[in-house]
């Protein structure tokens, strides 16, 4: 009978580690990303779920923002005023071109009081029209995945989990961070 137990035991334990361990990135591998403008990546050894919030988009109507759903996300926190936030804008536009994937998007919030008006001539001059654009204008989705800073981008998998944050601004279209977004994705194709 105990060695029943421990079999059964035994069996579940393995099972479990080796069911769940396809959800769980390697953090070790990860960091070999985080360098140049990405030094500062903090990746999470356990990552952190993200659920679904309610974000107005630029015509000012409420969106449901559901992540995960077989696609990568990188999630950037900005604001208007922000000079660190204006400057890697276009390389997280680019980014998306670099990817040139199905199963990847770049959402951009505006967190804060941010004009419309600003916004708009932003994206025109720039010629940001890969990124989904949002707006967080009293700061409860900043408050909520702990935005303490801008700019903020998180990284999130396709189990909506946030597997990594920037604190600060960072060239997107940098290999580092190609190559940390493509590692994401072949990793899950492969998990499938």
């Known amino acids: 009978m105990k060695i029943t137990t421990i079999l059964i035991y035994a069996t579940l334990y393995c099972y ?39 974000l107005l988009g630029v015509d000012n109507t409420s969106k449901i923002v559901k992540l995960g759903s077989e696609q990568v996300t990188v999630i950037n926190f900005w604001a208007t005023w922000c000079a660190p936030c204006r400057e890697e804008m276009p390389s997280l536009n680019e980014l998306t071109q670099s990817i040139g994937m199905d ?54 998998d396709q189990h909506s989990n946030e597997v ?9 279209n940098s290999v580092p961070a190609i190559q940390l977004i493509k590692h994401l994705i072949s990793n899950h194709t492969k998990s499938k």
């Not at 769980?24 to 356990?46: C, E, M, P, V």
């Not at 990124?131 to 903020?152: C, N, Q, R, V, W």
């Not at 990594?164 to 997107?172: E, H, K, S």
């Open 16 to 54: 479990a580690n080796i069911s769940f361990s396809h959800e769980n990135h390697d953090s070790s591998i990860l960091h070999k990303y985080a360098t140049g403008s990405l030094k500062n990546l903090i990746i999470h050894s356990n990552p952190k779920p993200v659920p679904e919030f309610v």
């Open 103 to 156: 199963n990847f998007s770049v959402i951009v919030v505006a967190a804060g009081r941010n004009s419309e008006k600003v916004i708009n001539e932003f994206f025109l001059k720039h010629k940001l029209s890969n990124l989904d654009s949002y707006k967080d204008p009293k700061g409860k989705i900043s408050s909520a995945l702990s935005i303490l800073g801008l700019p903020t981008t998180i990284i999130v």
């Open 164 to 172: 990594a944050r920037l604190v600060g601004g960072a060239n997107w």
